[in-house]
């Protein structure tokens, strides 16, 4: 099994072709399209949904997102993930982190915590 990524409405939208395009059995969705959170959801709707869809946020949103995740915790609620992207990374070497990633984890492997690339 693959896990599954959601990209939030600031992350450029060439990381989705890319990662599917590299690694078609990777599901990448974005913010904004059906069955996603609208553009413009909070924070807290978009983890709510990644919790319930089972799928790893994507964001560059550092300063506020642990906040949110925080909070949500503190209601008792899970989320399978978050990965922080990392602006000193080329497009291609964050790319490759997260196919790697997506194809050698385990669902519950980054539960409830956010992870800044590159992981290693």
Same mark, same amino acid.
């Given at each position: 099994?693959?896990?599954?990524?959601?990209?939030? &409405?600031?992350?450029? /939208?060439?990381?989705?072709?890319?990662?599917?395009?590299? &690694?078609?059995?990777?599901?990448? =969705? #974005?913010?904004?399209?059906? $069955?996603?959170?609208?553009?413009? /959801? %909070?924070? %807290? +709707?978009?983890?709510?949904?990644?919790?319930?869809? %089972? =799928? *790893? !946020?994507?964001?560059?949103? #550092?300063?506020?997102?642990?906040?949110?995740?925080?909070?949500?915790? @503190?209601? $008792?609620?899970?989320?399978? $993930? *978050? =990965? *922080?992207?990392?602006?000193?990374? /080329?497009? $291609?070497?964050?790319?490759? &982190? !997260?196919?790697?990633?997506?194809? @050698?984890?385990? &669902?519950? +492997? =980054?539960? +409830?915590?956010?992870?800044?690339?590159?992981?290693?």
């Amino acid at each position: 099994m693959t896990l599954k990524y959601l990209l939030d &409405e600031n992350v450029d /939208s060439v990381y989705q072709v890319q990662i599917q395009r590299q &690694e078609p059995e990777v599901i990448v =969705f #974005r913010i904004g399209m059906p $069955g996603t959170p609208s553009i413009q /959801s %909070s924070d %807290s +709707d978009i983890l709510c949904w990644c919790e319930e869809h %089972s =799928f *790893i !946020l994507l964001t560059n949103n #550092r300063k506020s997102m642990p906040v949110h995740l925080a909070d949500h915790l @503190a209601q $008792g609620r899970h989320v399978p $993930g *978050i =990965f *922080i992207l990392n602006n000193e990374l /080329s497009l $291609g070497q964050q790319l490759e &982190e !997260l196919i790697l990633i997506a194809m @050698a984890s385990e &669902e519950t +492997d =980054f539960q +409830d915590r956010i992870t800044y690339l590159p992981i290693v």
